[in-house]
């Protein structure tokens, strides 16, 4: 990718954010999608302006989610399998999403950290997120940050969700292949059989298969290939294979790469790649309208001055939750009826 000298230290233009990230400059790439992320009310035009001139050139690349319980690997695991892509002249992003504290709104960010080898990869970006509130273990703009690494000129996308198990959701509705990364001996079989997130995986990855621990993972590769058949795939055309793989020798993790290629391949040739691509969209546009709708109606003033009292009387037991948003909803109509 072709790199292009640093703007000059002023008030970035919406042409510069655009010409920086088109040219493959990863310092503004990175600028481009901390203005996508700012919460700051003057930010948020310049933010839509720059996704709407960059999203013609993004779309290219595969998009691959990662996730997994706590503990399983998944940080090592994209290492391994970036490091691979990288020397075989992919071009990666990585979106490594950090939960936020529910007190203090911050997050470790830690990923890079936990990626040495790859951080030093010319071939690859790496921008750990924090969730930032936003359900389903990605943060709240993914989706744009996914456009911008893909205009940048990033060929691969892979997201690493915080691991926050089966509510992780949000992530299928942004990639085309979700890999789910299991541990044997763990527990999670039991979780598997109960469904959850498993129904949703197009491949499973047994992690850790080396050493003492490869007889275990071979036993949990079966247990989990007869509850896949119970199941129902998420695309009736493709039966989710379970693998094994080890991110310390890295054995299998080729064998992974192969699977998420001919899932790509099938789902082109059957027209499933089209139309995920296309439900990924609309899901987009109405998480976005959900979310305007939500700043719109917290930000009216009737709301903002009935809602402490009402949630006052909820907490005392004075009034059910149901009264108190039906409540809140008749004055937000009355506030937008034109006959008042």
């Known amino acids: 990718m072709r790199a292009v000298s640093p703007s000059h230290p002023r008030a970035l233009r919406v042409e510069d954010y655009v010409a920086g990230v088109l040219g493959g400059n990863r310092s503004m790439l990175a600028r481009a999608i901390t203005l996508i992320e700012s919460n700051a009310p003057g ?21 691959v989610g990662i996730t997994g319980v706590p503990g399983v690997g998944k940080s090592t695991f994209i290492e391994s399998l970036g490091c691979m892509l990288c020397r075989g002249g992919r071009h990666l992003a990585v979106l490594a999403v950090d939960p936020s504290s529910t007190l203090s709104r911050g997050s470790i960010l830690a990923d890079k950290t936990r990626m040495e080898m790859l951080t030093r990869e010319p071939n690859c970006f790496i921008r750990p997120s924090p969730t930032g509130g936003a359900l389903g273990g990605v943060a709240r703009k993914s989706r744009e940050t996914m456009l911008l690494c893909e205009a940048a000129g990033f060929d691969v996308v892979l997201v690493e969700t915080v691991g926050v198990g089966q509510s992780e959701t949000t992530v299928r509705s942004m990639v085309d292949f979700f890999l ?41 590769r079966a247990e989990f290939s007869r509850v896949l058949h119970y199941l129902m795939p998420p695309d009736p055309l493709w039966h989710p294979p379970v693998l094994t793989c080890s991110s310390f020798t890295g054995a299998g ?24 691509r296309h439900a990924q969209t609309l899901d987009w546009m109405r998480e976005m309208l959900t979310q305007e709708l939500w700043r719109a109606f917290t930000r009216e003033p009737h709301i903002v001055s009935a809602q402490p009292g009402l949630e006052r009387q909820v907490l005392d037991g004075k009034l059910s939750a149901t009264a108190a948003v039906s409540q809140l909803l008749a004055l937000y109509r009355n506030s937008h009826d034109p006959k008042n």
């Open 253 to 276: 993790i080729g064998e992974v790469w192969e699977v998420v290629n001919q899932f790509q391949e099938a789902a082109r040739k059957s027209g499933a790649f089209a139309a995920r």
């Open 180 to 220: 789910l990364l299991m541990l044997a001996g763990a527990g999670d079989e039991l979780q598997g059989i109960k469904k959850g997130i498993i129904e949703l995986a197009d491949a499973l990855a047994i992690t850790k298969a080396d050493g003492d621990n490869a007889a275990h993972v071979e036993a949990a």
């Open 43 to 63: 930010d948020a035009a310049r933010a839509e302006e720059v996704v709407r001139e960059l999203l013609p050139h993004a779309g290219k690349s595969i998009r």
